[in-house]
């Protein structure tokens, strides 16, 4: 783990890298899963921008540890069982994972942690706007019963002005959940807990609202299968896969290159984030990447054939897509001997990716004309054989940083040549969802994780960390804050 420290020269001009533009495309050279249909978005129209510094203070202002009231930390592992195990999706060492984190990231100063306290700042809004939002989108995507309505009624009440009220003793997952720190929030306000715990528990609680964990005539319907759907069937996804065709002929690593772009940008097209900036594919920021360790990702999967690549999932559809044509180049080209895709259990932050959206996603692909079939046949080869394995572990809907992650989880990492953490979501998660002042070491951040990490992400939320100050200077200097989160920005940093 050592020689991750440096991190990218300050960029042309204004510090920015900008991605392959449309001069490229229009030769043909990159597939339309880069850009063409992920176009800048505007800021979230109903969620505002914090005019003064966000929640925990000024971020570039020294960046305390936290106290013994930083709600992040004391309280989900108070309480925590002792001996609950991987099989709870929650580590069987507790207080071993905590003095690992602190030790390994004792040369990393820490920062405020996020809540979603403070009206006017992004969090907040995500609270307060988006998840009424996903409920009525919900509520209008099947005809639901009576006692559905009620639930989901009583669910905005409490997500809104309510505070966190527990699962009920007979919950499958309760245990789980106590473990993850449900017990010490209970009673607090939604708004009082840190961000990452409310949102993740918005989900579970939307779940159990429309009947999801059953038992019942609903049990294991996504509620959001028919956005999820809609979007794999656009012909924008038909448009991307054509694409394909134009980048057949080009030579294998400008493939790989195209494709990883693909995957990044990819990130853009994320239904829940949609939902709040609605009109968006419409304006025409210029997307640029704060960021650029593609050099070092591709030392790392080198040509020997016989790495394994982990890859974290993030959105099903059109990330998903251009996810599974990356590893499906990959392994065909020897760059890889396995992978391992890393889904969610059960739907989460409206689009995230689940083992049915990755079947939907082949399927689409081996439908497909051209080049994109060739694509699919080889990833149900893959699956077949075992070369793709799939996995579903349930810290993966955890309402924690991956610091935090369970043996078995952790062990799956060890094992892995690389892993490729894709979105925004997944790298709050690993870097901590926090307040980093956007200078704070990547490498620092990360040094816990178990192996080489890559992060592919678009920005669209505050946490931020790896860029130089040159680049955060100018970022600042164009946008204001908006950069952070408006999902234009997008990053590849790696950690070897
Ligand atoms: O993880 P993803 O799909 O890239 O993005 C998830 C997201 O839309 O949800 C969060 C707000 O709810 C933000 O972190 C981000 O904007």
New binding site residues.
Partial sequence: MAGHRHLPAPRRREGVRRPPGRRHRRRGALPGLLLRRHPGRRPLPRVRRPAAPPHGGDVAAPHPRPGPRDPARPLPLAGRPAGTGDRAGVSSGARARARVTVSRMSDTPTAPVILGDRPGTFPHG?LAE?HPAIIRQVREAFPYGPAQHRALDALLAECTGGAVEPLPAGAHDRERWAAWGMDSYAGRSWYDVPWLWS?SWFYRRLLDAVGYFGPGPWQGIDPFRPSKLAELDSPATDEELAALDDLAGRPADERARALLHGSLWG?RA?L??RLSAEGAERTAAVPALVADDSERLWTLLGASGTGTLCLVA??ADRELVPDLLLVAHLLAHGRIGRAVLHVKPYPY?V??ATTADVVDAVRRLTGAQGAAAGYGRGLWDALSDGRLTLRAHPFSCAPLPYAEMPDDLRADFAAATLTVVK????Y?RLVGDRYWPPTTPFAGVTDYFPAPVAAL??L??DVVTGLTAATEAALDAAEGRRWR?A?THALIQVRT
């Fill in positions: 995500v988006r949102e990130n994320d829940g984030f993030d959105n932050y689009s995230d979105g925004d979501l997944n709050r992400r678009t669209k939320s989160t999902g």
